[in-house]
């Protein structure tokens, strides 16, 4: 099996930065899409930024210009660098990989972190 784990969330006032990690582990062969995906209170889910095994990156366009996702193959982490933050951007923010596991390589698995709660607000 595959655990996400997440970090870096807290509180912050607007216009202020936090870093968001996470750390897949456990059978991974390897990794397609890394994401990151929030959730507000009495919202959907929604898609935040995405970091795809070929080096491509997508964001959400509330969240462009402000925040930037990177990724670690050789480690297979992913952060979310998240600056001038806004009280919308206030949600838990949860880490996606799509993996190949090593005993099932025929197709991939989502799997999801426990989330991470950011607070923005003065």
């Known amino acids: 099996q595959v655990q996400l784990v997440e970090s870096g969330g807290g509180l912050v006032q607007p216009g202020g930065s936090l870093r968001l990690s996470c750390a897949a582990s456990?059978?991974?062969?390897?990794?397609?899409?890394l994401d990151w995906y929030r959730q507000a209170p009495g919202k959907q889910r929604e898609l935040v930024a995405t970091?795809?095994?070929?080096?491509?990156?997508n964001y959400a366009d509330s969240v462009k210009g402000r925040f930037t996702i990177s990724r670690d193959n050789a480690e297979n982490t992913v952060s979310l660098q998240m600056n001038n933050l806004k009280p919308e951007d206030t949600a838990v923010y949860y880490c996606?990989?799509?993996?190949?596991?090593?005993?099932?390589?025929?197709?991939?698995?989502?799997?999801w972190g426990q989330g991470t709660q950011v607070t923005v607000s003065s």
């Open positions: 456990g059978s991974i062969a390897s990794i397609n899409t």
């Open positions: 996606h990989a799509d993996v190949v596991l090593l005993m099932f390589r025929k197709r991939t698995y989502d799997y």
């Open positions: 970091f795809t095994s070929g080096g491509s990156t």
